[in-house]
């Protein structure tokens, strides 16, 4: 069974931040490729960042330079270190784990940046 269990939302004010984490079971975690997308209410849901197997992120134009991707395979996990948050970065943050097209999914945390 797989699992995708994330961790490390919530309340922060604009320019702080947070790291969240989502740990994976049930998967050979270190071949797939790990990713934090997003949806605000209204909205669509949105990729966020992303991180290949080999290592390689790439990133959402609206984060670059302010959020951080990467992964930990001993520990079959993946991080997102979100800085300089804006109340625009509001959302509910899901995991996500691909390969050949066996999609899965975490939850979801929620990160609410306000004032």
């Known amino acids: 069974q797989v699992q995708l269990v994330e961790s490390g939302g919530g309340l922060v004010q604009p320019g702080g931040s947070l790291r969240l984490s989502c740990a994976a079971s049930?998967?050979?975690?270190?071949?797939?490729?790990m990713g934090w997308y997003r949806q605000a209410p209204g909205k669509q849901r949105e990729l966020v960042a992303r991180?290949?197997?080999?290592?390689?992120?790439n990133y959402a134009e609206s984060v670059k330079g302010r959020f951080t991707i990467s992964r930990d395979n001993a520990k079959n996990t993946v991080y997102l270190q979100m800085n300089s948050l804006k109340s625009e970065d509001t959302a509910v943050y899901s995991c996500?784990?691909?390969?050949?097209?066996?999609?899965?999914w975490g939850q979801g945390t929620q990160v609410t940046v306000s004032s």
């Open positions: 049930g998967i050979m975690f270190r071949m797939y490729a």
């Open positions: 991180i290949f197997s080999d290592g390689s992120p």
């Open positions: 996500y784990a691909g390969r050949n097209g066996f999609d899965y």
